[in-house]
């Protein structure tokens, strides 16, 4: 076949979309046909000022920045003023950026935006990265002439996430469109009359909703800043950074993390358009102050006569090599919340036989039964990014706005896929934002979710279920029998339950993308088993489904491909010393298990970056490094291995983990880690030991990679006060800290290109300064990173259909006076480490006992009171709160929530009023 056959049959199948030819200022572009002019010219590599335009939430044309000049053929010399964000791109357009009118235009549309905005850049928190300032200066507004009073507005109390300026407004629009249109929030608005425009609350008070913090990067000037960088301001251009990975949940967003003076002063989004695109959660963005919280790690200690002493580096490290010394006998328990080279560097210090995977019984179950699933399934599971394009979702037993955050903003714009459906019929581009919202109205994508009490998701499901665990895993059996006869079914299934299922199989069978999301939270393997039936029956039908699994921890996924024994056998193994790996055992099991445990005759080496309950009990702690001063590697839940490197070196003797571990079994002659000395020494072992891993020690480029010579700067070109920050201690300036496990560099010194992705620690491109500099950094605008996105997925479908479940569990029936206990997730304070951090726990629960209002009023309790509960584990008193959503004979309960002891699974319980 001819090349150019070829290329028109392959086009003809959408394998790519069709190109066009554009002009330019006179210089001829093949783009793509389709888009939008403004985001075809930024791909293109060329500037052109705008505000209200957001390559995640489309255009509307409000704020006229974009002008161009657009012109009918090469004989029109006159032309006319059109708006980039509205211009379709179409074979043969002609357009001219430089045009002097085009200029002048948005010359004047700038300065008019600045005649009330105040003078303050030199104290804005947003100074040096704003947007509107790299605006300002494209667009040629020097000198203002506006010499009149500027209009003012009063500022409101937004709660402990965000700082609110609202004189700074230049009224784009951008913050209630990603807040209301694009996160669902409900209690941020625009009010206006006149010329006054106000952004904000109906009052003072909290911003309710868990993505409030990406108004902070959204926002193009100083409207909404961090209030946490507030508290220790620093310039942002004088911040050491990091690319990261979150560490707080198990979807493994990318941020950049930002240093000054040895303490982690922000935390942002660093661009994945696989994971987690532009934006972060509230939790990833604000939970990071842990890191400099008062119960951090920050010496050795050892316990001497029944109190802890601290020790210095030489002698705490002597005293672990004594500790597992090649006579001892070591039990070793590894963490979900651990890197993957900590976890391997003691699975390999202690040998397979004693390593134990420290997880509760019942996250292990399912976490090993989730990677069971999707490496033997012939089902695919999908990324962020493609679940939001998804057209039929079931979500079985998660409250994903509180469990797996960003999934449920991938789920909010899934919804919209019937929307852009609709406008496709009726030639409207999907980036015309507000005529597709105007032409589709509310409809919506079939969303079902299925849980035991209502979530934040709800107002954009087709219909939502409310049943015991066990009930809805039975209707997710339910689904599969409908889609396929072969699937088991559960019996005697409710009349109203059956209907659904039936509504829900049709769903799915007639959609393109159907996706099925189930997980931990429930604490029931029945919902992960059930959501795989349904996947397995689809795939008979000829349909391609994606199945995703909520797991619990950042490493979840990795720790249960490492593999290790469960932590109930470690409580029974002997041992002359327990080596226990960034975790605290009273999370993981009950108390009295826990402490006997302890109690034990041995020794107990722990090492941690933050004091837990369990550490009170050891005999040598040592430091280690938290997420932004370590290096190491997480899998999420997908099965994505990403790379996260420390934005500084902490004081000594915080160390990574594994770092630790090479160096005391180094000086205690174990042979084990030999040759494990740096971070691409471990990775490359792992990927050695174990086949599931291979391709790891390619996330990144190795320590030896250079450009131009030159290592990859931490720290912009415009970091200052490097001698100045060390005067209390030299008057020298010090050399950089060296860094043996990355290319990247403590310095300003160095690369500051466009260096690999998994390696940019910050954005930035000439004229742009601000965080909208990523488009520079994209092949297009809002599509992959030059060279990839950072990650390697190590889970594929496997090669076999696989096999039915066939335990479906019974109806779960009330019993008089008991209550079956399920777990109640909350975004804010469930999570260990960020339950830290100040402004998190402002927005934290206070424990509490969640009863429908039926249940109460029969055991005689009112709202606020206080219950008296009998647990497996013991007695707990808890105040009550009344859900109304909550079914009959149900009783709810946060996990994890500091004040609430450690419990599982779904057991019964009975209450009562306090005595």
């Given at each position: 076949?001819?090349?150019?056959?070829?290329?028109?049959s392959i086009q003809s199948l959408n394998f790519w979309p069709a190109m066009v030819k554009i002009v330019i200022d006179g210089k001829s572009y093949d783009v793509e046909e389709g888009r939008n002019l403004l985001e075809t010219v930024l791909s293109l590599g060329l500037d052109l000022p705008y505000f209200c335009w957001h390559p995640a939430m489309g255009s509307v044309g409000s704020c006229r920045q974009c002008a161009v000049k657009k012109f009918k053929d090469e004989d029109d010399e006159q032309g006319k003023i059109t708006m980039a964000c509205m211009e379709p791109v179409k074979d043969g357009l002609r357009t001219s950026i430089e045009n002097p009118e085009a200029r002048r235009f948005r010359s004047h549309i700038i300065e008019s935006l600045m005649t009330n905005h105040p003078h303050d850049c030199?104290?804005?928190?947003?100074?040096?990265?704003?947007?509107?300032?790299?605006?300002?200066?494209?667009?040629?507004?020097?000198?203002?002439?506006?010499?009149?009073?500027?209009?003012?507005?009063?500022n409101q109390y937004l709660g402990p996430f965000l700082n609110h300026e609202m004189n700074r407004c230049i009224q784009c629009y951008r913050c209630v469109r990603f807040y209301k249109e694009y996160a669902g929030g409900k209690d941020l608005d625009v009010f206006a009359a006149h010329n006054h425009v106000y952004f904000g609350r109906h009052e003072d008070g909290i911003l309710e909703n868990e993505f409030s913090g990406n108004l902070v990067e959204v926002c193009p000037t100083g409207v909404f800043t961090d209030k946490t960088l507030k508290k220790h301001y620093t310039r942002k251009w004088d911040l050491s950074n990091g690319p990261s990975i979150c560490q707080q949940c198990s979807l493994g967003c990318n941020i950049i993390t930002g240093e000054r003076y040895g303490s982690l002063r922000r935390v942002r989004s660093r661009y994945n358009a696989d994971v987690n695109g532009y934006f972060l959660c509230d939790r990833g963005r604000f939970g990071y102050e842990f890191v400099n919280s008062?119960?951090?790690?920050?010496?050795?200690?050892?316990?001497?006569?029944?109190?802890?002493?601290?020790?210095?580096?030489?002698?705490?490290?002597?005293?672990?090599?004594?500790?597992?010394?090649?006579?001892?006998k070591v039990v070793a328990i590894g963490s979900p919340r651990a890197s993957l080279e900590a976890n391997f560097a003691l699975k390999q210090l202690a040998g397979a036989d004693n390593f134990y995977d420290g997880m509760s019984r019942t996250d292990r179950i399912i976490a090993r039964k989730a990677m069971e699933i999707l490496t033997s399934f012939s089902v695919k599971t999908p990324s962020l990014k493609e679940i939001e394009k998804a057209d039929a979702i079931l979500v079985l037993g998660e409250d994903l706005t509180n469990s797996a955050p960003m999934m449920a903003l991938a789920i909010r714009q899934a919804a919209r896929h019937k929307q852009f459906s609709i406008a496709g019929r009726l030639d409207i581009p999907s980036w015309n934002d507000h005529a597709v919202r105007e032409a589709a109205q509310d409809t919506r994508s079939p969303i079902y979710i299925a849980m035991p009490y209502s979530t934040p998701l709800d107002d954009i499901a087709a219909q939502t279920h409310r049943a015991a665990p066990a009930g809805l895993a039975r209707l997710g059996f339910a689904v599969a029998k409908k889609i396929n006869s072969a699937a088991p079914a559960p019996e005697k299934l409710p009349k109203g339950t059956d209907a659904l299922a039936g509504e829900v199989a049709d769903a799915l069978a007639s959609a393109n993308h159907p996706l099925?999301?189930?997980?931990?939270?429930?604490?029931?393997?029945?919902?992960?088993?059930?959501?795989?039936?349904?996947?397995?029956?689809?795939?008979?039908?000829?349909?391609?489904?994606?199945?995703?699994?909520?797991?619990?921890?950042?490493?979840?996924?990795?720790?249960?491909?490492?593999?290790?024994?469960?932590?109930?056998?470690?409580?029974?193994?002997?041992?002359?010393?327990?080596?226990?790996?960034?975790?605290?055992?009273?999370?993981?099991?009950?108390?009295?298990?826990?402490?006997?445990?302890?109690?034990?005759?041995?020794?107990i080496l722990i090492l941690d970056h933050i004091h837990t309950s369990t550490a009170?009990?050891?005999?040598?702690?040592?430091?280690?490094?938290?997420?932004?001063?370590?290096?190491?590697?997480?899998?999420?839940?997908?099965?994505?291995?990403?790379?996260?490197?420390?934005?500084?070196?902490?004081?000594?003797?915080?160390?990574?983990?594994?770092?630790?571990?090479?160096?005391?079994?180094?000086?205690?002659?174990?042979?084990?880690?030999?040759?494990?000395?740096?971070?691409?020494?471990?990775?490359?072992?792992?990927?050695?030991?174990?086949?599931?891993f291979r391709g790891i020690d390619e996330l990144a480029p190795p320590p030896g990679f250079r450009i131009n010579g030159q290592r990859i700067a931490r720290q912009s070109h415009r970091y200052s006060g490097r001698t100045a920050m060390h005067a209390n201690q030299t008057m020298d300036e010090p050399p950089p800290p060296p860094d043996p496990d990355s290319p990247l560099a403590f310095s300003m010194e160095g690369y500051h290109g466009k260096p690999p992705s998994s390696l940019i620690p910050f954005y930035w491109s000439p004229g742009w300064n601000s965080v909208q500099s990523i488009n520079k950094y994209q092949i297009e605008v809002g599509g992959h990173l030059h060279g990839g996105d950072p990650g390697k997925r190590l889970i594929e479908p496997g090669n076999e259909e696989g096999q039915y479940f066939e335990e479906i569990p019974e109806e779960w029936e009330k019993r008089p006076d008991t209550w079956l206990l399920a777990p109640i997730c909350h975004i804010f304070g469930?999570?260990?480490?960020?339950?830290?951090?100040?402004?998190?726990?402002?927005?934290?629960?206070?424990?509490?006992?969640?009863?429908?209002?039926?249940?109460?009023?029969?055991?005689?309790?009112?709202?606020?009171?206080?219950?008296?509960?009998?647990?497996?584990?013991?007695?707990?008193?808890?105040?009550?709160?009344?859900?109304?959503?909550?079914?009959?004979?149900?009783?709810?309960?946060?996990?994890?929530?500091?004040?609430?002891?450690?419990?599982?699974g779904l057991p019964d319980i009975r209450t009562s009023q306090q005595s």
């Open positions: 076949m001819p090349e150019e056959a070829c290329a028109l030199p104290t804005c928190d947003e100074g040096g990265e704003c947007h509107l300032q790299d605006m300002t200066v494209m667009s040629g507004h020097n000198y203002r002439r506006y010499r009149f009073n500027k209009r003012t507005y009063r008062d119960d951090r790690l920050r010496l050795p200690f050892a316990k001497r006569n029944g109190a802890f002493e601290p020790l210095n580096p030489e002698e705490a490290t002597e005293m672990a090599a004594a500790l597992i010394s090649p006579e001892k099925v999301i189930a997980g931990a939270s429930l604490q029931s393997p029945a919902l992960l088993e059930a959501a795989a039936n349904i996947c397995l029956a689809l795939q008979q039908k000829d349909k391609s489904p994606l199945l995703s699994f909520v797991l619990p921890e950042a490493n979840t996924a990795g720790l249960a491909l490492l593999g290790g024994k469960p932590l109930e056998e470690a409580f029974n193994a002997e041992a002359d010393t327990v080596v226990l790996l960034e975790n605290d055992l009273f999370r993981r099991a009950e108390e009295k298990k826990v402490q006997q445990f302890l109690d034990k005759p041995h020794q009170d009990s050891a005999s040598l702690v040592l430091p280690s490094g938290a997420f932004a001063e370590s290096d190491g590697t997480l899998v999420n839940q997908e099965g994505r291995a990403q790379r996260y490197y420390q934005a500084y070196v902490p004081e000594s003797p915080i160390r990574e983990s594994w770092r630790w571990l090479h160096e005391i079994a180094g000086i205690a002659g174990r042979e084990e880690l030999n040759g494990l000395a740096n971070l691409d020494d471990i990775t490359r072992g792992l990927a050695k030991a174990e086949a599931v469930q999570e260990e480490t960020s339950a830290l951090a100040p402004a998190i726990r402002e927005r934290m629960p206070a424990p509490y006992l969640a009863l429908n209002p039926e249940d109460a009023s029969k055991a005689q309790l009112e709202e606020g009171e206080i219950a008296w509960l009998e647990l497996p584990g013991g007695a707990l008193e808890l105040p009550v709160r009344l859900l109304p959503s909550l079914p009959a004979g149900l009783a709810g309960m946060p996990r994890g929530l500091p004040g609430i002891p450690f419990w599982e």
